[in-house]
């Protein structure tokens, strides 16, 4: 039964502890107005119409984006913002040489001044918010406070936002607080600051979604292969590395019989099972993704996803008000991200990191299964970088311990979602490097440690998509096309499947791979699946300098594994 609103206690009733933290954050910042959200559809059509009165957001064209609106960030404020990301912990070596670290009493005295009165003449926003399903125990809550509308708008699509999360929050008596404040938007005055021993979060300065959501401060995808037979996948890419292709696959019309549904695009939170598996949610309710490249071809869920009520940030626009980027084969655009008259000598029309948000359930392969309390088994789990030349399609890992290994040095091609020089090769251990909140090395024995615990892990497999030839062509087609690869997995998963044994991990032999329908020469593929032990050896010398950073916090069993793989190199 449903209860009427009016016997609903108010929401600064339900958690004394939130209620508290609040008003130490207005005593602080100093808001004109405090609006607590209910996560309603109400609330976000009314934020939406205070950012269209304010001139913040554009209505996008309705007959064919309907309920689309663009948003458009400073030009100084596009990306993640790595360099001034500070993990805050008593010991500086806790942090790791992975993270900027800072003392906890000096990053907190230092945020103060900053949001000292930030918020005057602005409206303090309080987002209750719960990481994955409602009523999961793998979920975790957290409040997020913002002088942003843009953020609540983006935290009610990624997140399950409102009364329902306070409520858990009120009954679990623990969540993460987060603070934040886009201050004047001053690169010279921005700060994130993670404090992991206190369960809380403060940034500073900055409006853009991956410094802004604090909920997001991996990858989830199931497959139904044409015995019927359903598996999960968990695979972590560094960004712009093909995760929401992945997630949204279309199977090609060669490979009848497969059926693709997607639990999530970005995030898995991975837990042993009381059965020997691993199990994972998917704790967001939506998708952020990478805009450029998206079209009918690369993704065509993903496209038609974005056709209706999407909120896209530093796209282009068409005479007809059309969102356009680059990757369209159709349109012209007028107006580039900033809103100045489109001149390519500028640069592109879409800013490179031009994101989309969007609810998870608009995806057309959207699995009800991303709902489950208790999440989905795991078959594999693939770790996948950029890389023109050294790894190979697809290999696996000999075991659980290698893998941690294989997954410890993944490296790919820098991208432009993060600040900094783009195409430079950064080791990205796990996809996690923007997000691992202490040191690496005790993060790769907690992976060592829970595959102990497995009575059925998971195998582990890394791939490459972007491998390329002497003349810098992509060597394999890549988009629907990788189903192909995934299906080798899960015939190794099920002992169906051949391999060959390398120096790395095994490969499929040529034959292994169902390459029916697929124009795709012999020396392509020869070259798709090489290993040379030149280039190998000196992948193992600078992952060996690389681990050696870490120190006395380094498993053993990493090196142990590292030096198997330079005696089989020879």
Request: with cysteine.
């Amino acid at each position: 039964m449903a209860t009427a609103a009016h016997t609903l206690r108010p929401l600064p009733e339900l958690s004394p502890a939130v209620s508290e933290w609040v008003n130490s954050v207005r005593e602080l910042t100093q808001p004109r107005a405090i609006h607590w959200c209910e996560g309603s559809e109400a609330e976000a059509r009314e934020l939406t119409a205070l950012l269209l009165a304010r001139g913040e957001l554009k209505t996008l064209n309705a007959e064919q984006f309907p309920g689309c609106h663009l948003y458009r960030s400073a030009p100084n404020d596009v990306a993640r913002v790595e360099h001034l990301t500070y993990i805050c912990t008593r010991s500086q070596e806790d942090a790791g040489p992975n993270n900027n670290w800072m003392d906890p009493q000096q990053a907190h005295a230092r945020m103060r001044e900053l949001f000292r009165g930030c918020m005057r003449e602005r409206t303090l926003y309080v987002i209750p918010y719960c990481m994955g399903p409602i009523d999961s125990p793998l979920s975790r809550c957290g409040v997020e406070i913002t002088d942003s509308p843009y953020v609540v708008i983006n935290m009610l699509i990624m997140t399950r936002a409102g009364r329902a999360a306070l409520e858990r929050i009120a009954r679990e008596d623990s969540f993460v607080r987060g603070l934040h404040s886009i201050g004047e938007l001053d690169p010279e005055r921005r700060f994130i600051m993670h404090f992991p021993e206190e369960l809380a979060i403060e940034s500073y300065g900055s409006g853009y979604g991956g410094n802004a959501l604090l909920g997001k401060k991996c990858h989830a995808l199931r497959l139904q292969d044409p015995r019927g037979e359903t598996h999960y996948l968990a695979c972590a890419f560094p960004s712009a590395c093909g995760k929401t292709n992945l997630a949204m696959l279309i199977p090609p019309a060669s490979l009848p019989g497969w059926r693709v549904y997607t639990v999530g695009d970005d995030i898995a939170w991975l837990h042993p099972g009381a059965d020997g598996r691993l199990w994972a949610i998917n704790p967001e309710a939506g998708y952020f993704g990478v805009v450029p490249g998206t079209n009918p071809q690369t993704n065509r869920n993903a496209y038609e996803m974005i056709r209706r009520d999407t909120l896209f940030t530093n796209v282009g626009l068409t005479a007809d008000n059309q969102p356009w980027w680059e990757g369209l084969s159709s349109g012209v655009p007028v107006l580039d991200w900033q809103g100045r008259p489109y001149d390519p000598v500028r640069g592109p029309a879409a800013h490179p990191n031009s994101r989309f948000t969007v609810s998870a359930r608009r995806n057309p392969s959207y699995s009800p299964h991303a709902e489950d309390a208790r999440g989905v088994p795991i078959s594999a789990l693939v770790f996948g970088g950029r890389r023109r030349e050294v790894a190979p399609l697809v290999y696996e890992a000999r075991d659980w311990q290698h893998g941690v290994l294989v997954g410890a040095s993944l490296a790919s091609e820098t991208t432009a979602a993060a600040t900094g020089q783009v195409g430079v090769t950064r080791r990205d251990p796990m996809a996690m490097k923007p997000f691992c909140g202490y040191n690496f090395g005790d993060y790769w024995q907690h992976w060592l440690e829970v595959g102990a615990r497995l009575a059925r892990p998971p195998r582990i497999y890394h791939v490459n998509w972007f491998r390329r030839d002497a003349n810098g062509k992509y060597l394999w087609p890549g988009f629907g096309e990788n189903l192909r690869v995934l299906a080798w997995m899960l015939e190794r998963c099920a002992g169906r499947a051949g391999a060959s044994d390398s120096a790395i991990g095994r490969l499929p032999l040529p034959a292994d791979l169902d390459l029916r329908g697929l124009d795709l020469a012999p020396q392509a593929l020869a070259a798709l699946l090489a290993v040379d032990p030149t280039l190998w050896r000196k992948e193992v010398a600078d992952l060996r300098e690389y681990l050696g950073g870490y120190g006395r916090h380094l498993p053993r069993a990493l090196l142990a594994e590292l030096d198997g793989t330079e005696r089989r190199l020879g």
